[in-house]
């Protein structure tokens, strides 16, 4: 199945209200079960300034995340909705080693 972004705040308030969290050191998983029988994977961000500085350092996250989704299907169920939220500064850490760090997380988190 191929991987797809949410864009609806609807969407975005449904997983947040209703999903489980997994919190870690710079990010939070949030993820939700769909009912019916759209098997797609969908998985939105939430980067904020406040957390991530400059457009092209969140631009950055963003493309280091939805990469990582697409190289590891197999770390979520089809029909599942999932949303990470960059919860720390991470704007003073280096570009590679702020990449490498999401991606460590990401496969801690979906890994529980």
Do not use: C, W
Not at 17 to 42: A, C, F, H, W, Y
């Amino acid at each position: 199945m191929k991987l797809q972004h949410l864009k609806n705040a609807g969407e975005f308030a449904a997983i947040l209200s209703g999903g489980t969290r997994r919190k870690g050191r710079v990010l939070t998983v949030i993820s939700k079960k769909r009912s019916g029988e759209n098997t797609n994977k969908r998985v939105g961000l939430i980067v904020s300034k406040k957390a991530a500085g400059t457009s092209v350092r969140r631009n950055h996250i963003k493309r280091v995340i939805y990469a990582f989704f697409r190289e590891h299907p197999e770390v979520f169920e089809d029909g599942k909705d999932i949303v990470v939220r960059i919860i720390a500064d991470v704007r003073s850490e280096p570009r590679k080693g702020l990449s490498k760090t999401l991606r460590q997380e990401l496969t801690q988190l979906l890994s529980k």
